[in-house]
């Protein structure tokens, strides 16, 4: 994986906005602490990275579920590259990682997307395949997000 980390940190700085700033050393400790991670190519077209309740994350938004559900799965983060899109990339991480949530006996996916500044192609996205809105929580006054879960 380790040759996927210029990809991925090169996909992610066009992504900020969505899914904040990254840095190597925290990429790398992202990946080493996933439940479940996954790259196209060499990550610069699309990545998912998840981690399970029991990981080792300081994440607002990861400890808003951990307070509520005891097991889960949280997609930290999911970038698709716009030459990607359309052609069931993001579709295709989210059944992957599906398979491997259900085959360590998880139930819950769970999810945070940007209400504001609006990511209205993800609440889509999310919404077609079966997430549904739990609450919301205002981050910063230029920051409110919508935690989302799927049942498996």
């Known amino acids: 994986m380790s040759g996927n980390l210029d990809g991925i940190l090169a996909l992610s700085a066009l992504h900020e906005e969505e899914t904040s700033p990254l840095h190597e050393a925290k990429l790398a400790s992202m990946l080493k602490g996933a439940f479940h991670h996954a790259v196209i190519g060499d990550g610069s077209r699309g990545y998912l990275i998840a981690f399970d309740q029991d990981a080792d994350y300081d994440s607002v938004n990861f400890r808003w579920f951990q307070a509520r559900f005891d097991r889960f799965v949280y997609v930290d983060r999911i970038v698709v590259a716009a030459s990607?899109?359309?052609?069931?990339?993001?579709?295709?991480?989210?059944?992957?990682?599906?398979?491997?949530?259900?085959?360590?006996?998880?139930?819950?996916?769970?999810a945070?997307?940007?209400?504001?500044?609006?990511?209205?192609?993800?609440?889509?996205?999310?919404?077609?395949?079966?997430?549904?809105?739990?609450?919301?929580?205002?981050?910063?006054r230029e920051k409110v997000v919508s935690y989302q879960e799927y049942r498996l």
């Open 84 to 110: 990607e899109r359309g052609k069931g990339a993001a579709k295709q991480f989210y059944l992957d990682l599906f398979a491997a949530a259900r085959a360590a006996g998880h139930t819950r996916i769970v």
């Open 112 to 140: 945070e997307i940007n209400v504001e500044p609006p990511n209205p192609g993800s609440l889509a996205f999310h919404a077609a395949i079966g997430f549904v809105e739990l609450g919301q929580a205002e981050l910063s």
